[in-house]
Structure formats: C-alpha cells, structure tokens
C-alpha cells in the first residue's frame, strides 16, 4: 500500500457531514461522500429523489434539478473536505463559498440520478482556497467549473 493510499477514505457518512458542515434539511445536498484525500479532494454523493421540495416548481411536468443548487452540492463537499482536512468545528467557524468561475451545465440532473461531485483542491493560500468541481450521473458531466489558473 503506498502512503498516499493510506490517507484515502473510503466512506464519510450523512453523521460525520451533519458533524462537519452547518447545513441541514432542506438545503443538506449532500447524503455521503467517499474518495477523501485530506487537503486534495473528494467525491461527495448526493441521491436525487422526486421528493425533493425544488421539484414542487422546477418543473413540475418535467423535474429538473436547479443549476444553483447543483452548484452548491459542490460547494458543500467541498466545505466537507476542508472541515475534515483541518479539523474544524462548525460551531465556532463556518467555511465560506466565495465564487464559481465558468460553470457549464452540461446534462440535466433529475429524480432518481444519483449525483456525484467530483471536488479537489486546486490552490490553497492562507486560509483560502480554490477548488475544481464536476457533478456526475453516471458517465455524464451534468456540471463542471472549467479549471483556470
């Protein structure tokens, strides 16, 4: 085994998210994540379901998952990745999510897809940090932020 297979976890579970992040039902995107590399990346999971409270107006005859929020299941497994990479408590600091830099939608993301967020560290300076994302169903990008320097 070589050391850097050491550091990957395999499962984070929806306990250790709720644990890590603040958010909760409704606006929770992100069921489990799996592939963490501390300080480099992570999948994050997300299992869409016809029960979701967007689908109620997005669109009813045609449920869509909503971009923007497609874009935050990104951005909370990301904040998953960095809360566990550096041990945060949530309770006393909350990661913040700064901007998106050339997001693409690429396929739509409707009930019973199971979404994968594909985010790893792009920079890292201080206490900033740049990310690259790509959501997944199956072997289709249904999102991605096209990398830039």
């Given amino acids: 085994m070589t ?22 039902y409704p606006f929770l995107l992100v069921d489990r994540a799996k592939d963490f ?3 480099e990346s992570i999948v994050g999971i997300k299992a869409v379901t016809i029960n979701e409270q967007f689908f109620q107006g997005h669109f009813p ?17 990301g904040a998953v990745l960095m809360s566990k990479t550096m041990d945060v ?17 690429r396929n739509p993301v409707r009930p019973g897809d199971l979404l994968e967020l594909h985010v790893r560290v792009m920079k890292a300076r201080g206490g900033l940090y ?7 169903v199956g072997d289709k990008v249904a999102a991605e932020e096209a990398p830039t320097s």
């Avoid at 050391?3 to 909760?24: F, K, L, M």
């Avoid at 869509?64 to 951005?75: D, H, Q």
């Avoid at 949530?90 to 913040?96: D, V």
């Avoid at 990310?131 to 997944?136: I, K, V």
Wanted: hydrophobic share 50%.
């Fill in 3 to 24: 050391e850097q297979a050491a550091d990957v976890v395999s499962a984070i579970d929806i306990g250790e998210i709720i644990a890590r992040i603040p958010h909760r």
């Fill in 37 to 39: 590399v501390a300080g």
């Fill in 61 to 77: 005859d045609y449920p869509v998952m909503p971009g923007v929020l497609i874009i935050e299941a990104m951005a909370q497994t």
């Fill in 89 to 105: 408590d949530p309770r006393g600091k909350t990661i913040l999510f700064a901007s998106v830099d050339a997001c693409r939608f």
């Fill in 130 to 136: 740049k990310f690259h994302g790509r959501a997944m």
